[in-house]
Each structure stands twice: as C-alpha cells, then as structure tokens.
C-alpha cells in the first residue's frame, strides 16, 4: 500500500485589514480500512483564538476556527500523510441479487438509504431521466455494475473537463447541454442519473493521485470530486465520472455529503468593506511519502503523529 502526502494552502487575500468570522475547515480525510491516516498537521494564519474539531452530521472531521484580530490574510495549510489502499473494479463484488439491474435495496438497508436516493434538482421535461435510462438495455440484461460503468465512462469520454474555481455547480441539465463542466458538475451529474434508477449515491470531495503522467488523471492542484454509490455486497464504492475510474485507485477522500454544498473544504465569514477582497489561491499537491519516515511498531501498526496543528 503507497504512502501518500497531501499538501492543500488555501489562501484569502484583503486589501486591508477585515474581521474574520467563524470558518469551517474540512481537509482532513476520513479514515476506513482503505485508507490510514498517519500524521495530519493543520496550520492557520493568523492563529485563531480557537480551534476546536467535531464530526458533522455524515462522519466527516470538521475544524471549527474562531478569530479575534483583524488579518490582511488568512492562511489554511494541511499536511497529511496517510496509507492508501487501492481498490480495482475486479474487486467490486455485488450480491447475487442485485447484480443484474433494476434491483430493490433489501430492507434492512433502505431506510439509511432513502435520503441518498432522493433526487435534488427538478428534472420537469425528464431530461436526465431520459439519458440515464439510455444506458439500461431493453433485453433484461443489464448487469449493474456495466451500467454504473458506463455512465461513468461515458461522461469522461462525451463531456470536456474544464476547470472552475468559482463556488458551486451547474445542474445536470446544464451540464448535459453544454458537455463541459468540472469535476464537481460531472459528480452532480452522475449523481442525479443513478438515483434516477433509484440508487443510492453520495457526493465525494477529496483529492486524486496521479501515479504517472501517461494514465492522463485530470483534477490534481486542486481539490477534487466524485461519487460513491451503495451496492450490496461491497457497500459504498468510488465511480470518478471525470477520470472514468471505478474502485478508489487515486481517490483519496475527505468529505461524504448527500450535496455538495455539505462539503467545501473551507467555508466562513469576514466582515469588511466589499472592495477589500483581492481574491484566493489554491494549491494542492499529491505524492509519494517516504516510508522510512513513518516505521512499522512491534505489532505491525505505523506510528501515528499528533493530528492537531500550530492552530491549538
């Protein structure tokens, strides 16, 4: 399993001083059996007066920043290292039952389920409907994973990626139309068309790893989107619409939402004059960690830094 650093700066910049409100940071990603968080440092400037960490409502790890003094500037660095265990789609297993599409989610599972299968944006004219359902073969044999396959597939292939730093999404529709978008458009996307068949579907925001120029992954320097959908048998498995990747190789996640408004990596308050806001930068980069750096204890288990940074 590779070792893999993350380094995401976000930064604000101000004409003059402003008063900064309270911000949530969502950078530090969510530990599974797939993936290991070893060391997390979370570094703000200026230094908040508080800073304190909580799960929100879906699991995700959540720094709240309080600040007292007016800043120029506002600085959030986080440095993580983690273990990443990729996941093939030949690993993908799906219970016997809900192989072949349309299936029922048993009941046990259902009612954890509903709200992730509950559309949220208006289709009127059926229009994503219609192109989700042109995937579902006529004859009965429509294997489930094939169709999530190509859906995925089927928007990196058709539709141009094209980046986006402005907040929030396009609809579906729009999207549909202008076969462009960003990796947050294809994700919504996607996620409106299997829950069109009545799968459950989450939003993912993370970052991607790009091993080798000559696999061609789209979406590094920033942060990065895609989908989780439920299957029986497997559970929630990665579909990356943008880089057409089924399994989570290169997929490191940070938030789960049902929207993707429950999962911007910095979000907050300032308070100031309208003109005095210059602007943001963003730079996020992904790579190999040295394993000596992070050695194996007695019992197998790596060594786990501190989490918490210069902010507390």
């Given at each position: 399993?590779?070792?893999?650093?993350?380094?995401?700066?976000?930064?604000?910049?101000?004409?003059?001083?402003?008063?900064?409100?309270?911000?949530?940071?969502?950078?530090?990603?969510?530990?599974?059996?797939?993936?290991?968080?070893?060391?997390?440092?979370?570094?703000?400037?200026?230094?908040?007066?508080?800073?304190?960490?909580?799960?929100?409502?879906?699991?995700?790890?959540?720094?709240?920043?309080?600040?007292?003094?007016?800043?120029?500037?506002?600085?959030?660095?986080?440095?993580?290292?983690?273990?990443?265990?990729?996941?093939?789609?030949?690993?993908?297993?799906?219970?016997?039952?809900?192989?072949?599409?349309?299936?029922?989610?048993?009941?046990?599972?259902?009612?954890?389920?509903?709200?992730?299968?509950?559309?949220?944006?208006?289709?009127?004219?059926?229009?994503?409907?219609?192109?989700?359902?042109?995937?579902?073969?006529?004859?009965?044999?429509?294997?489930?994973?094939?169709?999530?396959?190509?859906?995925?597939?089927?928007?990196?292939?058709?539709?141009?990626?094209?980046?986006?730093?402005?907040?929030?999404?396009?609809?579906?529709?729009?999207?549909?139309?202008?076969?462009?978008?960003?990796?947050?458009?294809?994700?919504?996307?996607?996620?409106?068309?299997?829950?069109?068949?009545?799968?459950?579907?989450?939003?993912?925001?993370?970052?991607?790893?790009?091993?080798?120029?000559?696999?061609?992954?789209?979406?590094?320097?920033?942060?990065?989107?895609?989908?989780?959908?439920?299957?029986?048998?497997?559970?929630?498995?990665?579909?990356?619409?943008?880089?057409?990747?089924?399994?989570?190789?290169?997929?490191?996640?940070?938030?789960?939402?049902?929207?993707?408004?429950?999962?911007?990596?910095?979000?907050?308050?300032?308070?100031?004059?309208?003109?005095?806001?210059l602007g943001m930068d963003v730079t996020v980069?992904?790579?190999?960690?040295?394993?000596?750096?992070?050695?194996?204890?007695?019992?197998?288990?790596?060594?786990?830094?501190?989490?918490?940074?210069?902010?507390?």
């Open positions: 399993m590779p070792l893999l650093t993350i380094h995401h700066v976000t930064a604000y910049r101000y004409k003059q001083p402003v008063s900064l409100g309270e911000h949530r940071i969502m950078m530090r990603p969510r530990e599974a059996f797939d993936q290991r968080l070893l060391s997390a440092r979370l570094s703000i400037a200026p230094e908040p007066s508080e800073l304190r960490w909580v799960h929100d409502v879906l699991g995700n790890s959540v720094a709240i920043a309080l600040f007292e003094r007016r800043a120029s500037q506002l600085v959030v660095s986080s440095e993580v290292t983690l273990e990443h265990a990729p996941l093939a789609q030949k690993q993908v297993d799906v219970e016997a039952y809900a192989r072949l599409f349309p299936f029922t989610y048993s009941s046990e599972d259902m009612p954890d389920l509903l709200r992730s299968i509950e559309r949220q944006h208006l289709d009127p004219g059926r229009v994503v409907d219609n192109w989700a359902r042109a995937f579902v073969s006529n004859d009965g044999n429509t294997a489930t994973i094939g169709l999530l396959t190509q859906i995925a597939t089927s928007i990196q292939r058709d539709f141009t990626y094209v980046p986006r730093h402005e907040k929030g999404t396009q609809t579906p529709i729009e999207t549909l139309k202008k076969r462009q978008g960003t990796c947050r458009d294809f994700a919504v996307l996607m996620i409106e068309a299997v829950r069109a068949l009545g799968f459950a579907a989450r939003f993912v925001s993370g970052y991607v790893y790009n091993p080798s120029r000559s696999e061609g992954v789209v979406g590094g320097g920033n942060t990065h989107a895609w989908v989780r959908i439920f299957l029986p048998g497997s559970g929630w498995v990665e579909f990356d619409p943008t880089n057409g990747i089924i399994g989570n190789r290169g997929l490191i996640r940070v938030a789960v939402a049902r929207d993707p408004y429950q999962a911007l990596p910095l979000s907050g308050t300032w308070y100031g004059l309208p003109a005095s806001f980069d992904v790579h190999r960690a040295d394993p000596a750096q992070f050695p194996l204890t007695d019992h197998g288990a790596i060594n786990s830094r501190s989490p918490r940074g210069s902010g507390k």
